[in-house]
């Protein structure tokens, strides 16, 4: 098992106690097309501790992005939110179901920005070509903090600084084509925390930056989490990033969550095979040119299949014949706030399976030729 410095998870474990500023709750996402259905998020609960950082991770297709925009209400067309719940705890406000908002109602339009904001992927797409970075900061802080163009200006000035920009006047002045990559995703994140939100959505916010940038994005943002005290949702493919940001992990594939725990007790005893597999693909150091890099067998399967039984035990080298290729794993609790869905830790029924069943299967698999299991000690 490879080993990412990473820091002290601040959590114990995960239980309705925990205080949640956003819950999601069986959350069902679907895109209808003239070819047929495409669920893209499949049942998903989850949970973000207020002032701690949630990471959600898998392969690129497995819903990761979609659980986030679903939260914002800003699924394109032609998906749609089937089912679920959403319920926001906003500091100073009563729960509510954002759901039960319209996606273009003004409720869900003072939700965004001001109680949850969002950095994309792109920010070359989500920012306005036609404004400068400071107007569109300050446009965001009259609607939700401030009726005084002079104190918006001061306030984007002010955020623009925290966000480790050179030169903060004279881009208050500057296009988004004017600025490099990393300076325009500073931009986009002075952008999201411009109202001092209670959530902040990061879907893939250093995939495209090198890796020099990408550590002062991630400075960047967890400076302004304690200043801030926000809670934040980071969607990513990158492990070590998670390793480095995050309190909880929750591993998605295929539209459903296959194990959630807390940093620590994922990276030091991944559970399900998909999560495993995950850490052996992450490069290792020491390795030397010619050493080959871990795979995930196979791929995830098309849009439109329709496989029975675990989603994963096509490409799982631990699959239990007979029972994986038949019936779904619920999303079940295995001790110390960890959970997984998955045969090897729950029989059928929902029953918990020893440490030692565990390890005895893992064991057969190995002699079969399939892949070692790490003990759930």
């Given at each position: 098992?490879?080993?990412i410095?990473?820091p002290?998870s ?13 819950d ?33 991770v898998?392969?690129?297709?497995c ?17 749609v939110?089937?089912?679920g719940e959403?319920i ?36 070359m ?7 400068t ?7 965001a802080i009259?609607?939700h903090r401030?009726?005084d ?5 001061a306030?984007?000035?002010?955020i ?10 004279r ?8 600025l ?11 952008l ?19 890796v020099?940038t990408?550590?002062?994005?991630l400075?960047?943002?967890r400076?302004?989490?304690?200043h ?15 390793a ?5 992990v929750?591993?998605?594939y ?20 998909y ?8 490069p ?13 067998q ?7 299949s329709k496989?029975a ?13 007979g029972v994986?290729?038949?019936k779904?794993?619920s ?6 706030g ?8 729950h029989?059928p ?7 030692e069943a ?20």
């Amino acid at each position: 098992m490879v080993t990412i410095p990473r820091p002290a998870s601040g959590l114990g474990s995960t239980t309705a106690a925990v205080d949640n500023v956003i819950d999601v709750r069986n959350l069902h996402v679907e895109f209808h097309t003239s070819l047929g259905t495409v669920r893209a998020v499949n049942g998903v609960s989850l949970g973000v501790p207020r002032g701690k950082t949630l990471g959600v991770v898998g392969e690129s297709g497995c819903g990761k992005s979609v659980t986030a925009f679903a939260i914002m209400q800003l699924v394109a067309t032609p998906g749609v939110i089937a089912q679920g719940e959403i319920i926001l705890r906003a500091r100073g406000k009563d729960p509510v179901n954002l759901l039960t908002y319209g996606k273009a109602s003004d409720d869900m339009r003072a939700v965004r920005g001001r109680h949850i904001g969002m950095i994309f992927q792109e920010p070359m797409t989500a920012l306005n070509p036609c404004y400068t970075i400071g107007n569109q900061i300050a446009e965001a802080i009259l609607l939700h903090r401030t009726s005084d163009p002079a104190q918006a200006d001061a306030m984007a000035l002010d955020i623009l600084s925290r966000v480790g920009l050179p030169s903060p006047s004279r881009l208050m002045t500057t296009f988004p084509h004017q600025l490099s990559g990393g300076m325009r995703q500073r931009a986009m994140i002075a952008l999201a925390l411009s109202c001092e939100p209670d959530l902040l959505l990061a879907d893939e916010p250093t995939t495209a930056l090198d890796v020099t940038t990408q550590a002062q994005i991630l400075d960047v943002m967890r400076e302004l989490q304690q200043h801030i005290g926000m809670s934040i949702m980071f969607v990513t493919h990158n492990l070590g990033v998670v390793a480095q940001m995050c309190d909880e992990v929750a591993v998605m594939y295929l539209g459903r969550i296959v194990e959630q725990a807390s940093v620590d007790e994922l990276f030091d005893s991944p559970k399900h095979p998909y999560t495993r597999a995950l850490m052996r693909s992450i490069p290792q150091l020491g390795s030397g040119r010619k050493g080959r890099l871990e795979v995930i067998q196979g791929s995830i399967p098309g849009q439109f299949s329709k496989l029975a039984g675990c989603q994963f035990h096509p490409r799982c080298p631990d699959a239990i014949a007979g029972v994986c290729d038949v019936k779904s794993p619920s999303l079940l609790p295995i001790g110390d706030g960890a959970h997984v869905s998955c045969f090897l830790h729950h029989d059928p029924s929902g029953s918990p399976r020893s440490p030692e069943a565990v390890v005895a299967h893992a064991q057969s698999m190995t002699g079969a030729g399939g892949a070692t299991v790490t003990s759930p000690n």
